[in-house]
């Protein structure tokens, strides 16, 4: 694979070491959360996006008005971190948040483990949940509670009473409680797996990211977010201010002027 590193560390602002550390993944998780918004304007008209990584590097990188969502998110991260020399495995997870207890999702999130060399952790590293919930920086996977300043997660662990692997489920202090973002195994998922998951939240009209506009800019002290008409900004305190957008010409102004957006001209209203 012949992967640009150097644009894709320029599109996120890293100019520090490319040593393969923890170190190093901190930083680089945290820079590209900070620089490539999340959104899901392609699956809304109809298109799935490609996981292609010339066509990730063509949408994320060399377009720097443009984001994706988690596949692709992953997807180039993932690739980014081979290149530097890391050891990742691509995982799936079910979605926790908004869930009932007892409801069953599928696994439709990718996130990854990445192993350092020399370092005896396994690190959780997900850039692309796109909400106030997602993890700021990788973490080992253990039971334990670690602070992502300004964010505050945990990992419990249980035995799954339908198989042979653990499961784990990533918690987020929120509103001063515990509350789910997803859960998981740690059963390898390759990339031919994700594109079938790809096209079904791509396509099906039941999936809310082929149905409602989304988009997400996390900056260091607060998240805006874009779920329709409705503009929520998440503040690192945790309180939120919410606005609903007039019309389609104010959602296309606010996407470039506080997401740096540009929807395509063919954009449907939501």
């Not at 602002?13 to 392609?42: C, K, M, V, W």
């Not at 973490?139 to 945990?154: K, M, N």
């Not at 409680?177 to 096209?199: G, H, I, K, S």
């Amino acid at each position: 694979m012949d992967f640009d590193l150097d644009a894709y560390l320029a599109r996120i602002g890293y100019g520090g070491d490319r040593s393969p550390t923890a170190a190093t993944l901190r930083a680089l998780q945290r820079a590209h959360i900070y620089a490539i918004p999340f959104e899901n304007l392609d699956p809304l008209r109809g298109k799935v996006p490609s996981l292609a990584i010339d066509d990730l590097l063509a949408k994320l990188v060399h377009s720097p008005t443009r984001g994706g969502y988690c596949y692709e998110h992953n997807s180039l991260f993932a690739a980014a971190l081979r290149a530097l020399g890391f050891r990742v495995t691509l995982l799936a997870a079910r979605v926790r948040v908004g869930a009932s207890p007892g409801d069953v999702r599928p696994r439709t999130h990718m996130l990854m483990l990445v192993h350092a060399p020399g370092d005896p952790n396994r690190y959780l590293a997900d850039v692309g949940f796109g909400n106030a919930g997602a993890l700021l920086d990788p973490i080992p996977l253990a039971p334990a509670d670690v602070l992502d300043h300004p964010r505050h997660h945990r990992l419990t662990v249980a035995t799954t009473p339908d198989g042979p692997l653990e499961s784990w489920t990533l918690q987020a202090f929120q509103n001063g409680e515990w509350r789910d973002q997803y859960e998981f195994t740690v059963e390898p998922f390759l990339a031919p797996d994700f594109e079938v998951v790809n096209w079904h939240i791509a396509t099906n009209p039941k999936s809310p990211f082929s149905t409602r506009r989304f988009a997400t800019r996390t900056l260091p002290d607060r998240v805006l977010s874009l779920d329709g008409r409705t503009l929520t900004e998440t503040h690192a305190d945790g309180t939120t201010t919410r606005h609903e957008l007039a019309d389609e010409n104010e959602v296309r102004k606010v996407l470039a002027d506080t997401f740096g957006i540009t929807a395509p001209p063919d954009q449907p209203v939501p």
